[in-house]
């Protein structure tokens, strides 16, 4: 059975026609093909390069499962929204308050149409959006810079393009991983039902520091 609050889209690209769908389920995806498009690329180096790792984020509570599946069932494109860990220091902002956009990735042959644009439309189209502080980490390690065919720092504006029209800001912080590379890249939405004592806890966990 789909998810209450599923949508779905049909996107036409120069080479075909590709299905977007939000909150896909285990069973939705169990079915379909994935590892072929995020591993033929000697130097790509994707987040997510098992079928299992999305089943394993849709079975979690909240998560947001977001896939681009050509008409003979191929994933050529993925996000995902689910809580940090709970060794990540966000969780001490509060019990479910953060959810990050831990993956946006589109397979090299299906990049430049508007693939990614569009998941990260339907990935953010949550009903607890005004609840939460959604975030994303960009790691430059984790950026296919030749496949894009562009330096650090132009992805990461890149990044900051894709982010910023869905409310996203940059927000500095001293997390040991962020701060390992200039370019890497902090970014956030505050929904509006989250209270000032919640945003200035945000703050303060930015840098570490517990109230």
């Given at each position: ?13 120069h080479r075909g ?32 390069s098992e079928k ?84 994303m980490v960009g ?73």
């Open positions: 059975m789909a998810h209450q609050h599923q949508k779905k889209a049909n996107w036409l690209t026609m590709v299905n977007i769908c939000s909150f896909c389920s285990p069973d939705e995806i169990s079915p379909l093909s994935f590892r072929e498009a995020f591993t033929e690329y000697a130097h790509d180096n994707p987040i997510i299992e790792s999305l089943i394993r984020a849709a079975s979690s509570p909240d998560a947001n499962v977001t896939l681009a599946i050509t008409t003979d069932g191929n994933i050529i494109g993925l996000a995902i929204l689910e809580y940090p860990r709970a060794d990540e220091r966000w969780v001490r902002v509060g019990k479910r308050v953060m959810a990050e956009v831990s993956v946006i990735e589109v397979s090299r042959p299906w990049r430049s149409t508007g693939i990614a644009r569009e998941l990260l439309h339907l990935l953010l189209d949550h009903p607890l959006k005004p609840d939460r502080i959604f975030y790691y430059s390690w984790t950026w296919d810079l030749e496949g894009a065919g562009i330096p650090p720092v132009c992805y990461r504006d890149m990044m900051i393009r894709l982010f910023t029209p869905h409310g996203f800001k940059t927000y500095q912080t001293n997390e040991p991983n962020i701060m390992l590379r200039p370019e890497n890249l902090f970014m956030a939405r505050i929904g509006e039902n989250i209270s000032e004592s919640v945003r200035k806890r945000f703050k303060m966990i930015r840098f570490n520091i517990d109230d």
